[in-house]
Structures are given as C-alpha cells and as structure tokens.
C-alpha cells in the first residue's frame, strides 16, 4: 500500500507530488531501520539480562538456580585405568599395562541450599552447592558399581606423600609397611563404588591407630549432604543494582562469582594472581560474549580460574552457538608461560592440585590430551580415537550466555615415583605419571526448552535484525522511485516550457493567410 500510494497521488496531482512523498517515506524507512539495527541490540541485551537477573526469590531464573538440574539431566560419565600387569611393575619395574574401562554412567543432581541461600546489598547472592551421584545402569551397558579393579592405593601413596620433606618419616613409614599385617604395595584391588565415593583404606587404619594420621579414608567423589555441610558459602552477582551508597556491580558481571566458600580470594597459590576468583562457576557465560572474548569460568576441581577461547561457530538443533575450549596457554609449562609459575606447572598438559593437599594428583586432559609425553610411561588401550572424544567444550548462545550443550572432560593423575615402592623390592619403579580415571560431566539442553528458547528469545532477535535490514532496504527502494519521480518530472516541465500551443481560431486564421498568399 505504501509502494501504491505514491503513485496514486502522482497520478492525481503530478510527479512532483510523488517523489516528495517517496523521499519522505525513503528518509522515514532508512532512519527508521537503521536505528533498529543499530540500537535495537543492544536494548534487547539490557532486556536480556533483566530477565535473567536473579534478585529475589520470584524471579524467573530463580528455580533454576536453586536445581540447575531440574531441567535438563547433567551425566557424569566415568572412565578408569584398570592395571592388567601389577605384578610384573612390582616385581621388575615393567611399564603398566592399562585397559580403560566405561563410560559408568550417572545422574548427577545439582542444587542449591535454599536454607543457605541470602541476597546481599552489593548485588549479590550467597549460597550453599551440593553434588549427588545416581548410578545409571541402562546407560552403562553391562558395567556394574561392583566391578572390581586394579589401580594406584591412594591411601598408600598419600602416607609417603605426606612425609615427603623429611627423609626420618619415609623410612619410619618403610619399616611400618614392611610389618603391616595388610602387606600395603603401590596397587590395590577396588570397586568401582569404592574407588569414587571412598573405602577405609586399611594401611591409613594401622597408621591412624598409631597416630601418624587423623583420617583412614580415601574419597574421590563426595556424596553431599547439607546437614553436615561445614564450608562457607560462596557468591555470585546477581544482575540486579547494589544498594544506595554502595559501588556499582561492574559491567555485565552477572553470574560472575565474587567468593568461593567464603574466600574472596584462594590461599592455594603462589602469586595474587592465582589466588583470584574470576568467571562464572561454568554453568553459564555472560550475555553478549562473542568470538572475540575469552571469558573466565571458575573450576573448583582445580581450585582455579582458567580462561576460556572461541574455536568455532556450531549450532544445536538450528540454534547458532558459539564452542569455547580451554585455552592452550593456560595449559603450559611455567617455562613457556610465566603466568602458570604460580600454579607449580612444570609440565605442559598437567595441572597440579594446591600443594598443601594430602596426595599427589595432578590433572590433565583425557589421555594426556596436549600434555608433554616425556614422562608418561604406560601403555594404555584402547588408543585415543578422536580429539573431539577428549576436549573439554561449553556451546554456547551469544546473546544470553545459555550453554546448550556441554562436555567437561578432566583427567586424575599420580605421579608415580622410584622410591615409592615396598622396602623389600630391591626394583626401583619407574617413574611415570599414572592415570587413575577420566571424567565427562555432560548436558544437552531438551528440546521443549531449545522450543521456547526460540520462540521467547530467538523470534523476537531475528525480527529485530532482519526487519531493520528489510526497513533499510525499503527505504532504498523507496529513494530510486523518488528520483525516478522526480527526473520525470523535471523533463516534463522542460517539455511544458519549450513547446508552443495555438487555439483553433490561431491555427485557422494561420490556415487562412496562407491560403491568400498562395492566391
């Protein structure tokens, strides 16, 4: 209709009359489309981060808070080290043979303490996290709980761990081992359950009656329970304004974590800048992150914060996401990076955990994955397959941070020393970084929530963008037809003003003299 128009008029009352109004709707159209396209974004992420900031209670985004897995199913896929030849590494110091055994599936659920849960006047929310695991058999094939293994004695290899800085405790802690009615050796035989949720490790029982230890447990996995929860709470900014006279939260900072049970900062590391708390806590990325950003997450299995780095655009079911990885330089050694000297990273690939812990376990990617090979010594199958099977990934959509889909994938190592064999052995082992188990804590959002995602947040985006540049586009049109209206019309006048016109008593009188002449 608006095309029609001016052409209606033009007909009526000349072309002079349609390019004006043609240029006023090309000048209406082409500001009116390029200020959506240019200010509509960034309006719709205020809106954005409105609707996902979480300052009470009622807020849309509360629930899921308080169980981010009451939505969505979080698996935690296990796959362990099993020791085909622990006789022949104790008895000659053969290299471990290892057969990787899983995935032992489980449902992991998620939540948040809504007893512990308080809003506070600079912006922020405290809160209790807590963990549980459920077995999935369906999901783990003919895998059991009750499989039994063959891999490192944590409880062993943390006793001499412990007495490491005094040469007197090691050989004190020799002589034990040598009388210990359990016979303790470098391997021992688990169950699955037992290796992830904890045994009582008897040589640790021998030491604790002794005194020599407070604790005869080895836990790898813990089972949350809030009522003995003894950890302070941590934060994270919520979104919304501090209160009259406090300073404001600092730009897009929502879900970035401001303590982590209770520490503002870590007293794990070497420098201030390891001890710092930066990113989210990984369930989400900030709204507006792009390609170009390299956003933090806080990881509380490393007890660090490791930045993050866009490798690819993906989609998931007609969704466009964005792929962060772990960034590589977060993953090298001190000597290439200086920034990691503060986290004792001497080898490219492992990441210590805080030398005050009670074991040497150090972390990596799944089947040393990037790491630095020199020292690791065992013969593991199957071989690694694809490195996608292996890289740590969060998917997510640009423009509110929302992970889609999510494989965090995290190797436990040990660092097996000559001198960490029985007395009796006159074998020294041979020194190699051992894998106990790897990890893939997994999600994919569902379909009915990616479904409302689209109507509820995509829809809206998409007419914003596409109407702006089809509003630009009109307006174009819309200045081609005033200039053709206008040319038009400007030849027209030329015509009207060059051209002689006679009435009929003119032309007969004209008709009439020369008649006469012709006489």
């Known amino acids: 209709l608006l095309c029609l128009f001016p052409l209606f008029v033009a007909h009526m009352r000349g072309s002079l009359c349609c390019a004006i109004i043609a240029g006023f709707f090309a000048l209406l159209f082409g500001i009116g489309g390029g200020c959506a396209y240019v200010y509509l974004p960034g309006y719709v992420h205020d809106m954005v981060v409105e609707a996902l900031a979480m300052e009470t209670p009622t807020s849309s985004s509360f629930d899921t808070f308080v169980n981010s897995s009451s939505k969505t199913s979080i698996y935690q896929s296990f796959y362990v080290f099993h020791c085909t030849n622990a006789d022949d590494v104790l008895a000659s110091g053969a290299a ?116 020599m230890v407070n604790d005869a447990s080895v836990v790898l996995f813990e089972q949350d329970d809030p009522s003995t929860w003894a950890d302070g709470p941590s934060a994270i900014y919520t979104g919304g304004q501090a209160g009259s006279g406090l300073p404001a939260p600092p730009s897009n900072s929502i879900n970035q974590m401001t303590k982590w049970r209770n520490m503002a900062a870590l007293p794990y590391w070497n420098t201030s800048y ?100 020199s020292n690791v010594r065992v013969n593991i199958t199957p071989a690694p397959i694809t490195r996608e099977l292996y890289e740590t990934y ?25 001198w960490y ?21 997994n999600t994919a959002l569902p379909s009915n929530l990616v479904d409302t995602f689209k109507r509820d947040v995509m829809l809206p985006l998409l007419l914003i963008k596409y109407g702006g540049i089809a509003a ?32 009929p008593s003119e032309i007969y009188a004209e008709r009439l003299n020369l008649l006469q002449e012709a006489e």
Not at 129 to 140: C, I, K, N, R, V
Not at 345 to 356: I, N, R, V, Y
């Open 96 to 211: 471990p043979i290892l057969v990787e055994k899983g995935p032992y599936n489980y449902l992991t659920t998620q939540w948040r303490n809504t007893d512990n849960i308080s809003w506070r006047a600079n912006a922020t929310v405290e809160y209790t996290y807590h963990e549980t695991y459920t077995f999935e058999p369906g999901l783990s094939g003919d895998l059991s709980e009750d499989d039994v293994i063959t891999t490192l004695d944590l409880g062993y290899i943390g006793a001499l761990y412990r007495a490491r800085t005094s040469q007197l405790e090691i050989d004190a802690l020799k002589v034990l081992i040598d009388v210990s009615p359990s016979k303790p050796t470098l391997f021992i035989n688990l169950t699955i359950k037992e290796l992830f949720f904890g045994y009582n490790n008897t040589f640790l029982q021998e030491l604790k009656a002794l005194g």
């Open 274 to 373: 390891g001890n710092m708390i930066n990113g989210t806590d990984g369930t989400s990325l900030p709204p507006g992150v792009s390609c170009s950003d390299q956003p933090h997450v806080f990881v509380d299995t490393l007890y660090r914060s490791v930045r993050l780095l866009c490798q690819e655009s993906t989609s998931y079911e007609d969704v466009d996401l964005l792929r962060f990885v772990l960034h590589p330089d977060d993953t090298l050694a001190a000597s290439i990076n200086p920034n990691n000297a503060a986290f004792f990273m001497e080898e490219t690939g492992f990441l210590p955990t805080p030398p005050a812990g009670n074991a040497p376990l150090v972390f990596s990617k799944p089947h040393y994955l990037d790491a630095n090979l």
């Open 394 to 418: 969060l998917d997510a959509e640009p423009h509110t941070g929302v992970l889609f889909r999510v494989h965090k994938r995290i190797q436990l190592n040990v660092f097996v020393q000559s």
């Open 421 to 441: 064999n029985t007395p009796s052995s006159v074998v020294a082992l041979m020194p190699t970084w051992y894998p106990i188990l790897w990890a893939d804590e």
């Open 472 to 503: 630009m586009a009109f307006g174009g049109v819309l200045v081609v037809l005033a200039l053709v209206c206008f040319v038009c019309c400007r030849r027209a006048s030329k015509s009207e003003t060059h051209h002689v016109f006679h009435t």
